[in-house]
């Protein structure tokens, strides 16, 4: 079993699962959530190292939901994996302590790099 939690907030279930078995082929412990309201709940409990963070969720986006999070957590590194590309959007993420802005559809190479980054900082 890995010693890094990663927690993956994604609406898309095609998404969700490819991600899930990617990361969990290389050890990772994964969590899930498919909403940002869910998202918050899950950081709060399970305190993960890692969370990877759709923008676009039902409920509560990933961007409210990351400000939330980072009320209680400081702690874990978070990457934003979105379609939505925007350098307004890239640079209002980047006030929430992030480690990356990772731009869908994104290969699990670039994915598992981002997170490998992040975790060695």
Do not use: H, W
Request: with cysteine; proline share 5%; glycine share 4%.
């Amino acid at each position: 079993m890995s010693k890094y939690k990663v927690l993956i907030c994604e609406d898309d279930p095609d998404t969700l699962k490819a991600m899930r078995e990617t990361l969990s082929r290389r050890g990772y412990q994964v969590l899930t959530a498919s909403d940002g309201q869910k998202a918050i709940e899950t950081a709060r409990t399970a305190k993960p190292d890692l969370i990877l963070m759709d923008i676009r969720m039902p409920k509560l986006d990933g961007i409210e939901a990351v400000k939330q999070i980072r009320k209680v957590n400081k702690v874990s590194r978070i990457i934003f994996v979105t379609a939505f590309q925007s350098p307004q959007m890239q640079k209002e993420c980047s006030k929430y302590d992030i480690c990356g802005y990772i731009m869908k559809p994104a290969s699990p190479q670039i994915i598992l790099e981002a997170i490998e980054k992040a975790l060695a900082e």
